[in-house]
């Protein structure tokens, strides 16, 4: 997972930094910097993995029914 921003001019500093956080949010960099952060045992871990298949599950059905509309 690289991420590069190239910063060609001050002024755009501001504008390169909310690019490089849009970009840390969709690869998932700041998500697994919080979970690695603090240990988590293997039942939590277990139910956590459950919640997020039962989420992107839901999700697809959602999308697959709108699709259909």
């Known amino acids: 997972m ?3 921003i190239q910063v060609r001019d001050r002024k755009n500093l501001e504008s390169s930094l909310r690019a490089f956080s849009k970009m840390c949010a ?8 919080k979970q690695k952060s603090a240990y988590e045992k293997p039942s939590d871990q277990r139910r ?6 039962e989420k992107a599950i839901r999700k697809a059905e959602r999308e697959r029914r709108d699709f259909f509309r």
């Open 2 to 4: 690289a991420v590069r």
């Open 26 to 33: 969709r690869e998932g960099i700041l998500k697994q910097v």
């Open 48 to 53: 956590r993995k459950k919640k997020e298949k």
